[in-house]
């Protein structure tokens, strides 16, 4: 489904991805883990195809589309969803128009008339129930003056309401407390189908006990320096990444 | 009708040299008034006289009067037009502009006027009593009407007042009868068509009587394919307790240019509510906005929202004075200026000795599209009484590619996404106008304006 390879791309002069190389296929999990700064969220945004990052070498494919070459919009309408580690607050566009614009164009692009607003609400409904998401909020201003848990759930909330193929989780688990993690799990896990695939962006091996990946790749200084199953996950909480900088170092 | 005539038999021969508007207006002025002598009363044409006497003692403001620092008309007042207009303008036109200005689902009254003069065929005025609404080429002679000429503006101060004053020759003339409440706005809209370059300027009132209640909508639109410059003066007199609420949407094409000048008495007790919705693409917009707050306990709400494309400039001017006690104004601008526009906001307060428990707030708040997007901003507050409540602001932002980039990610097209940011900007001064037609039509003019910024940069 998603295929990155030698994935090259910095920002301003400065190299962040220096040459990443990535399968995930249909139906499976993947888990990115690695220190502060090692890439991880620019490897979403570039994914995503936010503007400041420039990609130098290397491509990266949706079922065999060119991802690179097209607008952020259109990535989201093939089926790519980046759940933001920071969602950021626009105040005065609501959240549910918001999601109604949003959902309405992606059927658009797929060729699918726009949901009527009888349809729309009970699609809403549905999904605000399976990510136990406030129906309060949904008539909110989109984020703003909401709590970083509200936030993160807000983001799996669209990712229910969008169905995406590859949907990049980043940090989701971060700032959840012990409940909203294992709702927001349950959530995602409720998604999974063998048709799309998850890349779950984590600094803690807690939310993999939830949802657990079939592969876990460490990423460290711009490069998957190693990959592996769940246990690896386990390694890394036990010992920490200094013995991945050390081997690296060495390798270096 | 035949007043008109009589002021086009004072043309001379086209001419083939360019001539600038004040000699145009320095030329035609003895001719024009020779006109009015034949049909208008002493009173009014001594105020003519005056005026015109102020504008050629001032001439076109420039750039070195403080009021027009940032607003250039030089290359605008340089360019030659007419004085006269043909007032005809056939079916077709009629409709087509009706049809530009048409606000979806809208259950309001119309007034049409065709190069200011009301278009009675085309109209669908009020059938009571309660209210009187004609053309000021009608109402000239009466005392109701020519008494009231300049009579709340100091008009030497004002050099497009003074010209519209000497030179205007038609224009609505509404009366809201005492204690009378219009059940429905009415949707003013002027037509312009014109066959040659004009200098077009039409004088209008609104005078709410004692307890009167009404609304209304205002636009204009120009069909035209020739340089159309309209300098118009409108004056609203509010009695005690009546409220007049005003929205007034100003829509353009290049080659126009537009001067407002829109002049509030309120007298105590009263309510004043303004809303300027100004889009692209006249050459200029120059708005003044003068509300005098003639009694005690007034309430006045003036909300603005511009946005500006390429070579457009749109400037606000607004002045509030206070003079009695506990009254209340609010004035909140909005404005967001795209690639290449220019926009201009300059806001006064006065708040003089007598006007104890004032409340006077106003703020102005603008979003840049673009490292190529000006914006002049000038709020002014000057208090001569001590117990009193009053603040004002400016805010200049950029545009914020965040929260783009944040839409885009869901599947939202670019232009989409801006519009949504734009009406999101907006949406506190949208969330103001009652009227829920009027809202929406917001809404879509915003995003037809976006739409067509974006096209004009690919
Ligand atoms: N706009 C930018 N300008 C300069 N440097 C940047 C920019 N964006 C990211 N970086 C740098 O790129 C590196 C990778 O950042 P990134 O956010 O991808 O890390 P991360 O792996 O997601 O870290 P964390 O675990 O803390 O979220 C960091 O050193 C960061 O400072
Ligand atoms: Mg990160």
């Known amino acids: 489904m998603l295929s990155i390879k030698n994935l090259h791309a910095g920002v301003e002069n400065k190299q962040i991805l220096k040459g990443i190389n990535l399968e995930v296929n249909a139906g499976e999990v993947h888990a990115i883990m690695g220190p502060n700064g090692s890439g991880k969220s620019s490897l979403a945004s570039v994914l995503a195809g936010r503007e400041n990052y420039e990609v130098t070498e290397g491509s990266a494919t949706l079922d065999g589309k060119d991802l690179l070459d097209m607008a952020p919009e259109d990535r989201a309408r093939e089926g790519l969803f980046l759940a933001f580690q920071y969602p950021i607050e626009i105040p005065g566009v609501s959240n549910i128009n918001f999601l109604k614009t949003a959902l309405n164009e992606i059927r658009t692009y797929r060729g699918l008339e726009p949901l009527d607003a009888k349809s729309f609400l009970k699609l809403t409904k549905e999904k605000q129930q399976l990510v136990e998401f406030d129906a309060k909020l949904v008539n909110r201003s989109l984020n703003e003056g909401f709590s970083g848990g509200e936030k993160k759930r807000n983001e799996i909330l669209q990712l229910a309401m969008l169905e995406p193929k590859l949907s990049i989780l980043d940090e989701t688990d971060s700032g959840l407390d012990i409940d909203a993690l294992r709702i927001v799990s349950n959530g995602v896990n409720k998604l999974r189908s063998k048709n799309n695939a998850f890349i779950l962006i984590t600094h803690y091996q807690r939310l993999l006990e939830y949802i657990v990946p079939d592969f876990v790749h460490v990423l460290y200084n711009g490069r998957i320096v190693k990959s592996g199953t769940k246990e690896l996950a386990l390694e890394l909480e036990e010992k920490g990444y200094d013995w991945i900088k050390e081997e690296n170092a060495v390798n270096a | ?458």
Not at chain 2, 126 to 141: C, F, M, Y
Request: hydrophobic share 35%.
């Open chain 2, 1 to 458: 009708m035949l007043k008109e005539i009589d002021i086009t038999k004072t043309r001379k021969p086209a001419q083939m040299t360019k001539k600038n508007l004040y000699d145009t207006l320095t030329d035609e002025f003895d001719g024009i008034y020779a006109a009015f002598e034949r049909t208008e009363k002493d009173c009014l044409l001594q105020k003519r006289k005056e005026a015109f006497a102020y504008f050629q003692d001032q001439k076109f403001p420039s750039t070195k009067n403080e009021e027009w620092r940032f607003t250039n008309i030089t290359p605008f007042v340089n360019d030659t037009y007419n004085l006269y207009s043909d007032f005809s303008a056939d079916d077709e036109t009629i409709e087509k502009a009706l049809e530009k200005v048409d606000v979806k689902g809208l259950d309001a009254y119309r007034l049409i006027l065709v190069n200011g003069n009301i278009n009675y065929d085309y109209s669908q005025l009020p059938q009571t009593d309660g209210i009187s609404i004609r053309s000021v080429s009608e109402v000239k002679n009466e005392v109701s009407f020519s008494e009231k000429i300049n009579q709340n503006i100091e008009v030497a101060k004002y050099p497009f007042a003074a010209l519209n004053t000497a030179f205007f020759q038609d224009g609505y003339y509404i009366e809201l009868k005492k204690n009378f409440n219009l059940d429905k706005p009415v949707y003013i809209i002027h037509i312009y068509s014109e066959k040659e370059n004009v200098f077009l300027q039409p004088r209008n009132i609104i005078i709410a009587q004692q307890g009167s209640n009404c609304k209304f909508i205002e636009t204009s639109v120009c069909i035209s394919k020739n340089t159309v410059f309209v300098n118009s003066f409108t004056d609203i007199l509010i009695n005690e307790n009546a409220y007049v609420r005003h929205a007034h949407f100003q829509r353009g094409n290049a080659n126009e240019r537009w001067v407002t000048h829109t002049q509030v008495n309120q007298e105590q007790n009263s309510r004043y509510d303004n809303y300027l919705v100004t889009l692209p693409k006249a050459d200029l917009v120059r708005n003044n906005l003068n509300v005098e707050l003639n009694g005690k306990n007034t309430e006045t709400h003036l909300y603005g929202l511009y946005l500006v494309s390429d070579k457009h400039l749109v400037d606000n001017h607004s002045v509030v004075n206070h003079k009695y006690p506990n009254c209340q104004s609010n004035q909140l601008y909005k404005g967001v200026i795209l690639d290449g526009g220019h926009g201009v906001f300059n806001g006064k307060i006065y708040v003089q000795r007598p006007a104890q428990k004032t409340n006077a707030f106003q703020q102005n708040n603008n979003l840049l599209f673009s490292p190529n997007a000006v914006i002049n901003s000038k709020p002014q507050l000057e208090i001569f009484a001590d117990d009193v409540k009053c603040s004002h602001g400016s805010t200049v932002g950029q545009f914020n590619e965040e929260s783009l980039f944040y839409l885009r990610a869901r599947g939202i097209g670019e232009e989409t996404a801006r519009s949504l940011l734009v009406n999101a900007f907006a949406f506190d001064v949208a969330e103001k106008i009652h009227n829920e037609a009027l809202r929406d039509y917001v809404e879509i003019l915003i995003e037809e304006t976006i739409e067509q910024a974006q096209k004009d940069n690919s």
